[in-house]
């Protein structure tokens, strides 16, 4: 049984094409070099029915990815709006997860892709609590990686890029072979980065934090989102370079992401942070209520699905 056995359709190239059609060639540049980009979005269930979460944020992260590596998207912010709305209408998705993904298809094996296509594909499926429903309630158990998140001078790490996760790939293995649920990978100074998919938050004498770019970390958007939601809730949001001993000696802490959306730590290597807390606790609850459009205050994040259009000033950004 796969993830996928219940997605019927796929877009690709401007298209909606069954499952069974939506392959690539072998000698894809982006299968060899991982030169691709793509973002993960969640599509929740709510009265109206399906909503994409900040789906224009992520558009947008897309087209900066894409534009960091200088790849040509050949549709308009708008068009690959559309596209996702139509991959979860397709497949009568009431909630899913949406990974849109752009990449140099067949051409060279040289480097230098520029002879290679770029080909759009928007992939949907169902992908319930990332780390499991426990997780959710309980909190999971992370190590610290051996495994170092490469430096922002190295690769963009503000980009999401298809070969940058094999930096993710190596700490989540060896945190899974040892037995944990997640790992927490440290920057190249030792100090505290993230986590193999999720941003970090920490709370400490009722404030919370975490940390930012210079600690070459992806800027979630649920991260945004969260610290929108504290900061509504009256907690005091700082961001600031997070040590190990600040992790180690937080009254609560959790990951934010699309999967994980928001999930308690309880351990670190073997060492308790406890129960998830009151401030963890409700964060999560506000989130949750936001994504399924309960909460009129956080309706602007989402876009319900039977609305294909997006606004005109949400149109294409060249890139080069
Ligand atoms: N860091 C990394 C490395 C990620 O892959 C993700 C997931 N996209 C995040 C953080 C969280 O980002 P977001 O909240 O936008 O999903």
């Given at each position: 049984?796969?993830?996928?056995?219940?997605?019927?359709?796929?877009?690709?190239?401007?298209?909606?094409?069954?499952?069974?059609?939506?392959?690539?060639?072998?000698?894809?540049?982006?299968?060899?070099?991982?030169?691709?980009?793509?973002?993960?979005?969640?599509?929740?269930?709510?009265?109206?029915?399906?909503?994409?979460?900040?789906?224009?944020?992520?558009?947008?992260?897309?087209?900066?990815?894409?534009?960091?590596?200088?790849?040509?998207?050949?549709?308009?912010?708008?068009?690959?709006?559309?596209?996702?709305?139509?991959?979860?209408?397709?497949?009568?998705f009431t909630s899913c997860y949406v990974r849109p993904i752009v990449f140099f298809g067949s051409g060279t094996l040289g480097l230098d892709p520029r002879k290679c296509p770029v080909e759009v594909s928007v992939l949907a499926w169902p992908w319930p609590a990332f780390l499991g429903d426990e997780a959710m309630s309980a909190g999971?158990?992370?190590?610290?990686?051996?495994?170092?998140?490469?430096?922002?001078?190295?690769?963009?790490?503000?980009?999401?890029?298809?070969?940058?996760?094999?930096?993710?790939?190596?700490?989540?293995?060896?945190?899974?072979?040892?037995?944990?649920?997640?790992?927490?990978?440290?920057?190249?100074?030792?100090?505290?980065?993230?986590?193999?998919?999720?941003?970090?938050?920490?709370?400490?004498?009722?404030?919370?934090?975490?940390?930012?770019?210079?600690?070459?970390?992806?800027?979630?958007?649920?991260?945004?989102?969260?610290?929108?939601?504290?900061?509504?809730?009256?907690?005091?949001?700082?961001?600031?370079?997070?040590?190990?001993?600040?992790?180690?000696?937080?009254?609560?802490?959790?990951?934010?992401?699309?999967?994980?959306?928001?999930?308690?730590?309880?351990?670190?290597?073997?060492?308790?942070?406890?129960?998830?807390?009151?401030?963890?606790?409700?964060?999560?609850?506000?989130?949750?209520?936001?994504?399924?459009?309960?909460?009129?205050?956080?309706?602007?994040?989402?876009?319900?699905?039977?609305?294909?259009?997006?606004?005109?000033?949400?149109?294409?950004?060249?890139?080069?």
């Amino acid at each position: 049984m796969s993830q996928f056995d219940e997605v019927k359709t796929v877009w690709m190239n401007g298209e909606l094409v069954p499952w069974t059609k939506a392959s690539i060639h072998v000698s894809s540049h982006a299968l060899h070099y991982g030169s691709g980009v793509f973002e993960g979005i969640r599509c929740y269930e709510t009265d109206r029915g399906p909503a994409v979460f900040r789906v224009e944020e992520h558009i947008d992260r897309l087209f900066a990815s894409a534009q960091v590596y200088r790849i040509h998207i050949p549709y308009t912010k708008s068009e690959v709006g559309a596209a996702i709305c139509q991959t979860i209408e397709a497949n009568n998705f009431t909630s899913c997860y949406v990974r849109p993904i752009v990449f140099f298809g067949s051409g060279t094996l040289g480097l230098d892709p520029r002879k290679c296509p770029v080909e759009v594909s928007v992939l949907a499926w169902p992908w319930p609590a990332f780390l499991g429903d426990e997780a959710m309630s309980a909190g999971v158990r992370i190590t610290i990686s051996p495994w170092r998140k490469f430096h922002s001078r190295m690769m963009p790490t503000t980009a999401k890029a298809c070969g940058q996760y094999l930096n993710s790939i190596l700490a989540v293995r060896d945190a899974a072979g040892r037995g944990f649920d997640e790992a927490l990978l440290l920057d190249v100074d030792g100090g505290v980065a993230e986590g193999s998919g999720e941003n970090l938050f920490l709370v400490r004498d009722g404030v919370l934090y975490t940390n930012g770019e210079e600690q070459s970390i992806l800027l979630g958007i649920t991260r945004d989102a969260v610290m929108t939601i504290a900061r509504d809730l009256g907690l005091p949001v700082r961001t600031r370079a997070l040590a190990l001993e600040d992790l180690m000696s937080a009254d609560e802490a959790f990951f934010t992401g699309t999967a994980a959306e928001v999930t308690p730590i309880r351990e670190v290597d073997g060492v308790a942070l406890g129960s998830p807390g009151w401030f963890t606790r409700s964060i999560q609850k506000t989130f949750m209520e936001a994504t399924a459009g309960r909460l009129p205050r956080y309706r602007r994040w989402l876009h319900y699905v039977d609305d294909c259009t997006f606004a005109g000033a949400y149109s294409a950004v060249p890139c080069i």
